[in-house]
């Protein structure tokens, strides 16, 4: 008897029918990068459509999102340098602008989850995501304490989810438990396990002035060649107290999203990060490209390689078309 595959392919209504990985509003994570100020809205040049918002207009941002559907959305601070030095102290700043922007949309919008991020990089005068030595090694076990004062200053000002993005080695476990002797057990950790030293980065360093100021991020950062050490940092994440894992970028590293995916006990995310989207707006904008096709292409991708939720520049977009089509 011959197969004949394309049977299933017919009609639209067949092909939906017979459809295996379907993208929901609900898998969808929207990064938003808050700056100091009021009324201030400035695009990132790298990133068209993207802004750096002032924290009123985060909270605006947070109430359309919620209302096209969105339930998460993660948050990055841009701030001036002033505030910055080698200890990154202004990462646990009560009255800071991160710390109110969190309280000022859990305010707003209750539900709305947020995801912080720790990390030490967008408050430190080195730009690195730990403690810079003085011959400019990163000092992983010093670091961690500053890690985990940031999570629990951001949990107190009422995050749903802490993202650490450092790389740094055990910090899941020392924030975990630093986390839980605050009275925070409720609190989530979505670990960047396996976090790339990746050429796709560059827009969202632009986004905050975070980029290096000597040196790079090899050293903490995983190899684009490996997978098989992402395996390792998933089963070393989860055993240290990880709810959900991370791989970032997305598009390169879709083998490594399905590898995780097939062993892992919780979640995997996938951050399909700023230069994949600066990529296709360009191409678009240029023509060369149908955006809404590659991007709905794209995010599906991620679906089918395993991710449970994505988090995208393309989010309020794409939230914006499944609600039409719904």
Same mark, same amino acid.
């Given at each position: 008897?011959?197969?004949?595959?394309?049977?299933?392919?017919?009609?639209?209504?067949?092909?939906?029918?017979?459809? @295996?990985?379907?993208?929901?509003?609900?898998?969808?994570?929207?990064?938003?990068?808050?700056?100091?100020?009021?009324?201030?809205?400035?695009?990132?040049? $790298?990133?068209?459509?993207?802004?750096?918002?002032?924290?009123?207009?985060?909270?605006? @941002?947070?109430?359309?999102?919620?209302?096209?559907?969105?339930?998460?959305?993660?948050?990055?601070?841009?701030?001036?340098? *002033?505030?910055?030095?080698?200890?990154?102290?202004? $990462?646990?700043?009560?009255?800071?602008?991160?710390?109110?922007?969190?309280?000022?949309?859990?305010?707003?919008?209750?539900?709305?989850?947020?995801?912080?991020?720790?990390?030490?990089?967008?408050?430190?005068?080195?730009?690195?995501?730990?403690?810079? *030595?003085?011959?400019? @090694?990163?000092?992983? &076990?010093? $670091?961690?304490?500053?890690?985990?004062?940031?999570?629990?200053?951001?949990?107190?000002?009422?995050? &749903?989810?802490?993202?650490?993005? &450092?790389?740094? &080695?055990?910090?899941?476990?020392?924030?975990?438990?630093?986390?839980? $002797?605050?009275?925070? @057990?409720?609190?989530?950790?979505?670990? #960047?396990? !396996?976090?790339?030293? *990746?050429?796709?980065?560059?827009?969202?360093?632009?986004?905050?002035?975070?980029?290096?100021?000597?040196?790079?991020?090899?050293?903490?950062?995983?190899?684009?060649?490996?997978?098989?050490?992402?395996?390792?940092? !998933?089963?070393?994440?989860?055993?240290?107290?990880?709810?959900?894992?991370?791989?970032?970028?997305?598009?390169? #590293?879709?083998?490594?999203?399905?590898?995780?995916?097939?062993?892992?006990?919780?979640?995997?995310?996938?951050?399909?990060? *700023?230069?994949? #989207?600066?990529?296709?707006?360009?191409?678009?904008?240029?023509?060369?490209?149908?955006?809404?096709?590659?991007?709905?292409?794209?995010?599906?991708?991620?679906?089918?390689?395993?991710?449970?939720?994505?988090?995208?520049?393309?989010?309020?977009?794409? !939230?914006?078309?499944?609600?039409?089509?719904?």
């Amino acid at each position: 008897m011959l197969k004949r595959l394309r049977r299933n392919r017919r009609t639209a209504a067949l092909r939906a029918l017979v459809r @295996e990985h379907r993208l929901d509003v609900d898998d969808l994570v929207m990064p938003l990068f808050v700056q100091p100020g009021e009324d201030k809205k400035d695009e990132i040049k $790298s990133m068209p459509d993207i802004f750096r918002l002032s924290p009123n207009l985060i909270v605006a @941002e947070c109430i359309a999102l919620w209302d096209l559907g969105v339930k998460a959305v993660a948050l990055f601070p841009a701030l001036d340098d *002033s505030v910055k030095d080698a200890k990154a102290t202004e $990462s646990t700043n009560e009255d800071g602008l991160y710390q109110s922007t969190i309280r000022a949309i859990k305010a707003a919008v209750p539900e709305l989850l947020v995801i912080s991020d720790v990390a030490m990089d967008p408050y430190s005068s080195d730009g690195h995501d730990g403690l810079l *030595s003085e011959n400019g @090694e990163i000092l992983n &076990d010093e $670091s961690l304490p500053i890690l985990a004062a940031m999570a629990v200053s951001q949990a107190k000002a009422g995050a &749903d989810i802490i993202a650490p993005s &450092d790389m740094m &080695d055990f910090r899941i476990e020392y924030i975990r438990e630093e986390l839980d $002797s605050h009275g925070f @057990e409720h609190i989530a950790i979505l670990a #960047y396990t !396996a976090k790339y030293a *990746s050429a796709f980065y560059g827009p969202f360093r632009d986004a905050l002035d975070s980029a290096p100021r000597s040196g790079d991020k090899k050293t903490y950062q995983m190899d684009s060649a490996n997978v098989r050490e992402a395996v390792r940092e !998933a089963g070393t994440d989860i055993d240290e107290g990880a709810d959900i894992i991370m791989v970032k970028p997305g598009l390169p #590293y879709l083998d490594v999203v399905r590898a995780l995916a097939e062993q892992s006990e919780v979640p995997v995310a996938v951050y399909n990060v *700023s230069g994949e #989207y600066a990529m296709l707006k360009a191409a678009a904008q240029n023509g060369w490209l149908d955006y809404k096709s590659v991007v709905l292409e794209t995010l599906t991708a991620f679906k089918r390689a395993g991710a449970s939720l994505i988090l995208s520049y393309h989010t309020k977009e794409v !939230a914006a078309w499944l609600k039409e089509e719904a």
